[in-house]
RNA sequence: GGAGUGGUAGCUCAAUUGGUUAGAGCAUCUCACUGUCACUGAGAAGGUUGCGGGUUCGAGUCCCGUCCAUUCCGCCA
């Protein structure tokens, strides 16, 4: 017999029907046994009795939950059931007794000792087996999908860039270095420089979506040693301005497919409207941000970058006056960027580039990219890269590179955002931090 | 890497100024229960108090070291 999904029995009332998920609660009654079973789509009422025939009933006695089964039954109408019917068990395979107790408690409504997160994610597996898990993951693969789907409907390439490569992209103090037969090799910290050379490639609009490797020492709520990013660069702009409105676009779309599918779950679980963006996000200068931060009593550390205290409130401030969650961060200076920004030619100390905050962290940064071969290298001099290091970076602008820009998004700070996460590490399906390699590391 | 907080049963947490046998809820196990729905009731089991050292008649508690977690900062997406 064909296995039915829980969501598709109410149209099979009253016929034989065989479900398989996992026993999610046991009710042992003594001659009545209630088990409620739970697949990817629901959950539904079984049970047993105990007749003149007592073998299924003991069989049934020694199922702990978080069990396999495969059951087949009628589905009866039962009034005294909410959900309306439920199954009266007639054969019960077990393909998968569980162990117990299990080594963390799932987070559920009516459980109030869910462990802690650390230890859950040494046990991720069981984890993610919760309503809320299972709802982010769903969100997760939509998200993915639809930033990826605004990609292919306007006409950009995917490509993938390496992910191990002979000299870092982004300055070398925090690559992974790793043995590549007899030579020195790193993991990629960014598709950068790869999503450019599809530019002067002549593929004019490129994408890359995959993982990228910071050896970091990062102990917050939002960092990963490796994480997913989302990368797009595009030809032919005239301003960093189209990557912004690319941006926007990519998002609101991405935004109204989630809302769409999962707005009500998402608000009944995560307790988060997601807001579809109306306009164009506002842009704020630098220079504005930090007198708007300054009239709010905010101090300013540094006057090219924004304190994670800075960034919380000046998305705060941007909400209050604007209605929107999102800002573009502009004008910063030249020097506090990557190299590879290009030059406001009005104001050379300033970048050609933003950096994107949601709900109070950056999401993303952007920028206009320097195509001029004799100005890149400038650049990278101001900061003692010299010519040799990125001979080959420097290349692609040789032999003739359209004007380009483009942006990155952290996929997994990005879905934290939307579900109102406290941390990134529940975002992230297996995170890898500097002490965690899947599992915790030098643990006692 | 820096600063703060913490580490006690499978899980979440208590434990008075340093004082008798380290407690509770949930989970587990046993028994009872033919309509539960976070089942209920009765009982049982469960501990090298992260690890190492020190002070003390006596340490979960105080001191030193160490590991881990966590929050914030730095760095970033």
């Known amino acids: 017999m064909k296995r039915l999904l829980v969501s598709e029995l109410k149209d099979h009332i009253g016929e034989e029907v065989r479900v398989r998920g996992v026993v999610d609660t046991v009710r042992d009654q003594g001659k009545i046994i209630f088990l409620i079973v739970r697949d990817k789509s629901g959950k539904v009422q079984t049970l047993v009795w105990g007749g003149e025939d007592k073998t299924l009933l003991e069989k049934v006695k020694r199922i702990t939950s978080e069990s396999v089964v495969d059951i087949t039954g009628k589905l009866k109408e039962a009034k005294q059931v909410e959900q309306g019917f439920e199954i009266e068990i007639n054969e019960i395979k077990v393909d998968s007794l569980a162990q117990s107790p299990l080594p963390i408690v799932i987070e559920e409504e009516h459980h109030d000792n869910t462990t802690a997160l650390d230890r859950r994610l040494d046990y991720r597996w069981i984890d993610l087996r919760s309503k809320k ?80 490797f910071r050896a970091e020492k990062s ?117 506090q960027r990557a190299f590879y920004h290009m ?10 580039g933003f950096d994107l905050f949601w709900k109070g962290i950056e999401i993303t940064t ?33 032999y003739g590179c359209p004007p380009h820009g483009g942006f990155a998004i952290g996929t997994e700070r990005l879905l934290m955002k939307m579900l109102g996460y406290g941390s990134i590490l529940e975002t992230t399906y297996l995170p890898n931090t500097p002490n965690r390699l899947g599992k915790l590391i030098n643990k006692n």
């Open 133 to 212: 898990n299972s709802l982010m993951m769903s969100v997760a693969t939509l998200m993915t999908a639809k930033l990826r789907e605004y990609c292919l409907v306007n006409d950009l390439i995917e490509i993938q860039g390496p992910r191990i490569i002979s000299a870092a992209s982004e300055g070398g103090a925090n690559v992974f270095e790793v043995k590549y037969f007899d030579k020195k090799a790193y993991l990629a910290q960014s598709p950068q420089f790869h999503k450019q050379m599809g530019i002067a490639a002549g593929l004019e609009r490129v994408f890359n979506v995959g993982p990228v």
């Open 219 to 335: 102990f917050t709520t939002r960092h990963l040693t490796e994480y997913t990013s989302f990368d797009v660069e595009i030809g032919y702009i005239d301003s960093y301005e189209d990557i912004c409105e690319f941006e926007e676009g990519m998002l609101r779309y991405m935004l109204e497919a989630v809302k769409e599918k999962y707005g009500e779950e998402i608000k009944k679980i995560f307790d988060i409207e997601i807001k579809i963006p109306k306009d164009s996000f506002p842009r704020i200068t630098v220079k504005d941000a930090k007198e708007k931060l300054a009239k709010a009593g905010i101090k300013s550390k540094d006057e090219g970058d924004f304190s994670p205290e800075e960034e919380r409130k000046i998305s705060e401030i941007v909400e209050k006056e604007t209605g929107s969650e999102f800002l573009f961060m502009i004008d910063y200076p030249h020097k």
């Open 343 to 352: 030059k406001n030619p009005n104001n050379p100390e300033l970048a050609l």
């Open 366 to 398: 952007g920028a206009q990219r320097e195509h001029r071969l004799e100005n890149i290298i400038e650049n990278a001099k101001e900061r003692d890269i010299t010519e040799e290091s990125l001979k080959d970076y420097f290349d692609y602008f040789r």
